[in-house]
């Protein structure tokens, strides 16, 4: 549980939802990325969410098969 909870994938998901990312000062490739990301994480979102209320069943953690900028969810274990 503890591992999930300080992932980088967790925390940039976390960074991207909250907004956060916006305030990350970085080179115009890294901002590239975390825009990309934010992109595939809302489509993903998207997608499962409508294939979750379809089939009647719980939403998953969607955001873990997503390559997570580091950026986003440096975690400090």
């Known amino acids: 549980m ?3 909870m300080v992932s980088n994938s967790t925390l940039a998901a976390i960074c991207v ?6 305030f990350i000062h970085s080179t115009q490739q890294i901002g590239k990325i975390i825009r990309n990301y934010e992109e595939a994480l809302h489509a993903q979102q ?3 969410l409508s294939e ?3 089939e009647s069943r719980s939403m998953i953690q969607y955001w873990k098969d997503l390559d997570a900028p580091k950026v986003c969810g440096i975690s400090r274990n």
């Open 46 to 48: 998207t997608t499962l």
């Open 52 to 54: 979750a209320h379809r």
């Open 17 to 22: 939802w909250s907004g956060l990312h916006r």
């Open 2 to 4: 503890k591992s999930m």
